[in-house]
């Protein structure tokens, strides 16, 4: 057993205090294997205009969406090909994005959430699944960011002091209309 392969089993373990401090929710059922774990966040930036021509204002609520990193690393941990690990995270999202449409129509505050928001480093595919793409203006949130993803950036990729420099934190964001519009069921 690999460095890596202990510091997944390590994660395993912590996920779940990790999970209630964060108050994540479950998209769907834990087994459907969504990668993504949400919560309902205000937002906090500048208002701004997607480009759909949804506006978002400060304090508009919008569902905050997580990588649930321990089944990404589970599902990475036999692709040695960093384009294949790329391949298989784009669609990893994109096969979890209609979880997160259902999980939008169905919540009891769907019609005052405006969209869903993240911040990665995985935002080069971002712009074909539909989300606009932001800096991070703030340099502290940005470093702070950097650092809280960089344990899955080291994990995720074969040669990480290649890439280090060329990555950055930015926010990805989607519209509930363009959310719905791609991935949800008509109803």
């Given at each position: 057993?690999?460095?890596?392969?202990?510091?997944i089993?390590?994660?395993?373990?912590?996920?779940?205090?990790?999970?209630?401090?964060?108050?994540?929710?479950?998209?769907g059922?834990?087994?459907?294997?969504?990668?993504?774990r949400?919560?309902?966040?205000?937002?906090?930036?500048r208002?701004?205009?997607?480009?759909d021509?949804?506006?978002?204002?400060k304090?508009?609520?919008?569902?905050?969406?997580?990588l649930?990193?321990?089944v990404?690393?589970?599902?990475?941990?036999?692709?040695?090909?960093?384009l294949?690990?790329?391949r298989y995270i784009?669609?990893?999202?994109?096969?979890s994005?209609?979880?997160?449409?259902?999980y939008v129509q169905?919540?009891?505050?769907?019609e005052?959430?405006?969209?869903?928001?993240?911040?990665?480093?995985?935002?080069?595919?971002?712009k074909?699944?539909?989300?606009?793409?932001?800096?991070?203006?703030?340099?502290?949130?940005?470093?702070?960011k950097?650092?809280t993803?960089?344990p899955?950036?080291?994990l995720?990729?074969?040669q990480?002091?290649?890439?280090?420099?060329?990555?950055?934190?930015?926010y990805?964001v989607?519209?509930?209309k363009?959310?719905?519009?791609?991935?949800?069921?008509k109803r």
């Amino acid at each position: 057993m690999n460095v890596k392969s202990y510091v997944i089993n390590i994660w395993n373990i912590l996920d779940p205090v990790y999970y209630s401090l964060t108050r994540l929710t479950y998209v769907g059922p834990k087994s459907d294997n969504n990668i993504f774990r949400v919560r309902l966040t205000r937002f906090r930036g500048r208002g701004g205009t997607l480009a759909d021509g949804t506006v978002l204002h400060k304090g508009d609520l919008l569902l905050k969406i997580h990588l649930h990193n321990v089944v990404l690393l589970r599902g990475l941990s036999s692709i040695r090909n960093d384009l294949q690990r790329g391949r298989y995270i784009y669609q990893a999202i994109e096969r979890s994005l209609p979880g997160i449409a259902d999980y939008v129509q169905s919540h009891p505050q769907s019609e005052r959430i405006r969209g869903i928001v993240g911040i990665s480093t995985l935002n080069k595919g971002c712009k074909p699944l539909g989300f606009d793409i932001f800096p991070i203006v703030s340099p502290w949130f940005r470093l702070f960011k950097w650092l809280t993803i960089l344990p899955i950036y080291l994990l995720s990729v074969t040669q990480p002091l290649k890439t280090f420099k060329k990555q950055s934190p930015k926010y990805i964001v989607m519209s509930k209309k363009t959310l719905l519009e791609r991935y949800g069921h008509k109803r």
